[in-house]
């Protein structure tokens, strides 16, 4: 299986809002509800952002948002602030029953 | 509070074994299942494997099928990934990672361990 396609980097200015996006198929991505994204700094664990396509553990700010339309889900974070410079991944459950992780996007704050 | 703690550093010749642990604390340990998944230099995340610490039933990758095995002791709360035959290509940071549901889906990992570094050189 190849990994969910992702954007490599992307950018944005402090304040504004950036989109990553996340392309897969219908056996994965398309196909199940069960789309996760997370946040990794160097050096430390990767942290859960979105669960389930579109819900937010307890703590993540609203500011991280979730969507997905056909076979493709979308990381947005609004208001940008420089801590979130970091890398992204999405992750999806798919028809072979084991998940899937996207390649990663790294997100440069400017 | 819920907490995995895995094992310290490693380094490895080509074609030796290496055994990482991750010791679970704060919750029920049988009641959620544990991922392993790791970090290649300037790679992304891959998923390595699943174990149910209940029963001890596992899944892993086709790409690692032969080479990893994941066990379990319930009495420590201790989940363990073996790696064999390791090439120069394992290096990378290994983690474990329990999801926020009492299902072998993926559904969020939640819960991650510090991560060990597997270096494998000659």
């Known amino acids: 299986q190849s990994a969910l396609t992702q954007p490599p980097s992307v950018s944005g200015s402090p304040g504004q809002s950036i989109t990553i996006s996340c392309t897969g198929t219908?056996?994965?991505?398309?196909?199940?509800?069960?789309v996760s994204w997370y946040q990794h700094h160097p050096g430390k664990a990767p942290k859960l952002l979105i669960y389930?396509?579109?819900s937010r553990p307890s703590g993540v700010p609203n500011r991280f948002s979730g969507s997905r339309s056909a076979f493709t889900a979308s990381l947005t974070i609004s208001g940008l602030q420089a801590d979130d410079e970091a890398e992204y991944y999405c992750?999806?459950?798919?028809?072979?029953?084991?998940?899937?992780f996207g390649g990663g996007t790294k997100l440069t704050v400017l | 509070q819920v907490q995995l703690v895995q094992s310290g550093a490693e380094v490895k010749k080509p074609g030796a074994s290496v055994k990482i642990s991750c010791k679970a604390s704060?919750?029920?340990?049988?009641?959620?299942?544990i991922h392993w998944v790791r970090q290649a230099p300037g790679q992304g995340l891959e998923w390595l494997g699943i174990?149910?610490?209940?029963?001890?039933?596992?899944t892993y990758t086709q790409r690692l099928e032969g080479r990893v095995t994941m066990t379990r002791d319930t009495s420590t709360r201790v989940v363990y990934m073996e790696l064999s035959s390791l090439r120069s290509e394992d290096t990378a940071i290994y983690y474990c990672?329990?999801?926020?549901?009492?299902?072998?889906?993926?559904?969020?990992?939640?819960?991650w361990g510090q991560g060990t570094l597997v270096t494998v050189a000659s």
């Open positions: 990672g329990r999801d926020r549901q009492e299902y072998d889906i993926l559904t969020g990992l939640q819960y």
């Open positions: 704060g919750y029920i340990f049988t009641h959620y299942y």
């Open positions: 174990i149910n610490p209940s029963g001890g039933l596992t």
């Open positions: 219908g056996k994965d991505v398309g196909g199940y509800d069960f």
């Open positions: 389930e396509v579109s």
């Open positions: 992750c999806s459950h798919t028809n072979s029953r084991t998940p899937l």
